[in-house]
């Protein structure tokens, strides 16, 4: 048993090195190719702007519902006028980041990983390594460089448009003056809750797109099964970790930044 | 300067308990087209994929121009490195790319030619390869044919020192097929590339061959001219070569 559990653990060790090190790769690579900005450009494009509009819907009614949810609450305890703080608070530190991320792997991650996953079956990443092109730097490293920008903005946005919905479910529909809600908001959001959620943003976008390009890069040696299947379960298993890293790594940074 | 310019020594590779290869030895000449027959799934591909590193050897030793295989490749673009292709048996054309994009591509991610010059080549290539209609379409909406020319572009489109030619022929019609194999030929003579090929087609690529290696059993149990193979007193190779239609072929 104890044999198995380090055996266990070394493969664990190991995957986690593996993974590092492709990043790290992935992007000196991409460091050392031509046309750099045009890749980043079109890499922000894929991970950014193809997000904005998924982002929004979730952002409006994630603020919709926490408006409800928190004006019952606070109304017992006489508390409405707090909602603006309970809004703005909950989601520039912790819904914002969270739910952006695991938005962006439903999206974005997903395709990336089975993407490259096509592109391994297809032979395309060894006709690029037999064109002496790095294919970790011309896959993976525009998209690692491009999460570090496009997370914390669409983040940004999340909390943006949450907040407003907020305003909406808690102004417009139950009546809590808007002046006061605002005027909360703006009171209780200090600089550290913003930078912290960008930290946070960052991160999870530096974790997840280098989770579904490294599943998706060794899907050939990573899944149990070949073929369309072998891609199937690549993007899964992409969604899924990148999905539990960003909870780890949030509980993580959180118990940093408190 | 050596006339052996891709020598290969004592290779060896096994995947599991089945050993693919079991000591491959060869020599291959500068500007010469070396032509590797055998039967399907012996490890001819395999072999190339060695060579062009994409699977990595148990063992042996592989050299490129007196030097060994990494460091030639790591050094293709710089003064005396060797610039090298590879054509892939399934093309491996990038798909979400148009064909001009596809055949431009090793020159614009490796060169620092200007869009002039980039385009003109392209052109060139396209016209070359009777392509030019097609250049802003995607492989998808090709012919198996037409993609085969246009992976055949793509690995001549750096003027390689030396191709990889993995079954560049499969999947053509006879026509197509002459065309391709003289069409290797022909740019054999024009850039004075080395070709390494593996094929299948029997006995139309041993007239563009210089040399003709039979794969068997993990060893290359024959190499020579094309002309010898008729000659060699190996039963199986005989057999091999009756039943790959040589003989009557040789007769007509």
């Given at each position: 048993?104890?044999?198995?559990?380090?055996?266990?653990?070394?493969?664990?060790?190991?995957?986690?090195?593996?993974?590092?090190?492709?990043?790290?790769?992935?992007?000196?690579?991409?460091?050392?190719?031509?046309?750099?900005?045009?890749?980043?450009?079109?890499?922000?494009?894929?991970?950014?702007?193809?997000?904005?509009?998924?982002?929004?819907?979730?952002?409006?009614?994630?603020?919709?519902?926490?408006g409800?949810?928190l004006?019952?609450?606070l109304?017992?305890?006489?508390a409405e006028a707090a909602l603006g703080d309970a809004v703005a608070l909950?989601?520039i530190?912790?819904?914002?980041?969270?739910?952006?991320?695991?938005?962006?792997?439903?999206?974005?991650?997903?395709?990336?990983?089975?993407?490259?996953?096509?592109?391994?079956?297809?032979?395309?990443?060894?006709?690029?390594?037999?064109?002496?092109?790095?294919?970790?730097?011309?896959?993976?490293?525009?998209?690692?460089?491009?999460?570090?920008?496009?997370?914390?903005?669409?983040?940004?946005?999340?909390?943006?448009?949450?907040i407003f919905?907020g305003y909406?479910?808690g102004s417009?529909?139950?009546n809590v003056d808007a002046g006061v809600y605002w005027n909360h908001v703006f009171s209780s959001v200090q600089?550290?809750?913003?930078?912290?959620?960008?930290?946070?943003?960052?991160?999870?976008?530096?974790?997840?797109?280098?989770?579904?390009?490294?599943?998706?890069?060794?899907?050939?040696?990573?899944?149990?099964?070949?073929?369309?299947?072998?891609?199937?379960?690549?993007?899964?298993?992409?969604?899924?970790?990148?999905?539990?890293?960003?909870?780890?790594?949030?509980?993580?940074?959180?118990?940093?930044?408190? | 300067?050596?006339?052996?310019?891709?020598?290969?020594?004592?290779?060896?590779?096994?995947?599991?308990?089945?050993?693919?290869?079991?000591?491959?030895?060869?020599?291959?000449?500068?500007?010469?087209?070396?032509?590797?027959?055998?039967?399907?799934?012996?490890?001819?591909?395999?072999?190339?994929?060695?060579?062009?590193?994409?699977?990595?050897?148990?063992?042996?030793?592989?050299?490129?121009?007196?030097?060994?295989?990494?460091?030639?490749?790591?050094?293709?673009?710089?003064?005396?490195?060797?610039?090298?292709?590879?054509?892939?048996?399934?093309?491996?054309?990038?798909?979400?790319?148009?064909?001009?994009?596809?055949?431009?591509?090793?020159?614009?991610?490796?060169?620092?030619?200007?869009?002039?010059?980039?385009?003109?080549?392209?052109?060139?290539?396209?016209?070359?390869?009777?392509?030019?209609?097609?250049?802003?379409?995607?492989?998808?909406?090709?012919?198996?044919?037409?993609?085969?020319?246009?992976?055949?572009?793509?690995?001549?489109?750096?003027?390689?020192?030396?191709?990889?030619?993995?079954?560049?022929?499969?999947?053509?019609?006879?026509?197509?097929?002459?065309?391709?194999?003289?069409?290797?030929?022909?740019?054999?003579?024009?850039?004075?590339?080395?070709?390494?090929?593996?094929?299948?087609?029997?006995?139309?690529?041993?007239?563009?061959?210089?040399?003709?290696?039979?794969?068997?059993?993990?060893?290359?149990?024959?190499?020579?001219?094309?002309?010898?193979?008729?000659?060699?007193?190996?039963?199986?190779?005989?057999?091999?070569?009756?039943?790959?239609?040589?003989?009557?072929?040789?007769?007509?």
């Amino acid at each position: 048993m104890i044999r198995t559990i380090g055996s266990s653990t070394l493969c664990v060790v190991a995957e986690f090195g593996g993974i590092a090190n492709f990043a790290v790769l992935s992007i000196y690579e991409f460091c050392c190719q031509r046309r750099r900005l045009a890749k980043w450009v079109l890499a922000v494009h894929e991970i950014g702007v193809r997000c904005v509009p998924i982002v929004a819907i979730v952002g409006l009614f994630t603020g919709l519902v926490m408006g409800l949810q928190l004006y019952y609450t606070l109304a017992r305890l006489g508390a409405e006028a707090a909602l603006g703080d309970a809004v703005a608070l909950s989601l520039i530190r912790e819904l914002g980041p969270v739910l952006t991320a695991l938005m962006i792997v439903g999206q974005a991650g997903s395709s990336l990983a089975s993407e490259i996953g096509i592109q391994r079956n297809d032979e395309q990443i060894d006709a690029l390594q037999t064109m002496g092109i790095d294919a970790r730097g011309y896959l993976v490293g525009p998209r690692l460089c491009a999460s570090f920008i496009c997370f914390p903005i669409l983040t940004a946005c999340f909390d943006l448009i949450g907040i407003f919905g907020g305003y909406l479910t808690g102004s417009v529909l139950l009546n809590v003056d808007a002046g006061v809600y605002w005027n909360h908001v703006f009171s209780s959001v200090q600089f550290a809750d913003i930078y912290g959620g960008f930290i946070k943003a960052a991160v999870f976008g530096f974790l997840t797109i280098t989770i579904c390009a490294y599943r998706g890069f060794y899907t050939h040696l990573k899944s149990s099964s070949r073929g369309v299947r072998g891609v199937s379960e690549s993007a899964t298993r992409a969604v899924v970790f990148s999905s539990v890293a960003v909870l780890a790594a949030d509980y993580l940074i959180t118990s940093f930044l408190i | 300067m050596s006339d052996k310019f891709l020598s290969i020594s004592g290779l060896k590779k096994h995947f599991g308990n089945n050993r693919v290869l079991d000591g491959i030895d060869l020599e291959i000449e500068r500007a010469s087209i070396t032509t590797i027959i055998g039967k399907s799934g012996i490890g001819k591909s395999v072999l190339l994929k060695c060579i062009a590193n994409l699977v990595l050897a148990d063992e042996g030793k592989i050299q490129l121009d007196g030097r060994p295989i990494i460091q030639s490749r790591k050094t293709a673009r710089q003064p005396g490195g060797v610039c090298f292709s590879y054509m892939f048996q399934n093309n491996a054309l990038f798909d979400s790319m148009t064909i001009s994009e596809n055949i431009s591509m090793p020159l614009l991610e490796t060169t620092s030619m200007s869009t002039h010059e980039l385009h003109d080549e392209v052109e060139g290539m396209l016209g070359r390869l009777e392509l030019g209609d097609v250049s802003s379409s995607y492989p998808a909406e090709l012919s198996g044919g037409m993609r085969k020319r246009v992976a055949l572009g793509r690995a001549l489109i750096t003027k390689p020192q030396i191709v990889l030619f993995d079954e560049p022929t499969t999947g053509l019609d006879p026509e197509r097929k002459f065309s391709v194999l003289e069409m290797i030929a022909n740019y054999r003579k024009q850039f004075g590339f080395t070709a390494l090929l593996v094929s299948h087609d029997i006995p139309e690529v041993f007239e563009i061959s210089d040399r003709v290696a039979w794969l068997d059993q993990g060893t290359l149990r024959f190499i020579g001219k094309p002309e010898e193979l008729e000659l060699s007193a190996d039963l199986e190779l005989s057999r091999f070569l009756d039943m790959a239609n040589y003989g009557r072929n040789k007769t007509e």
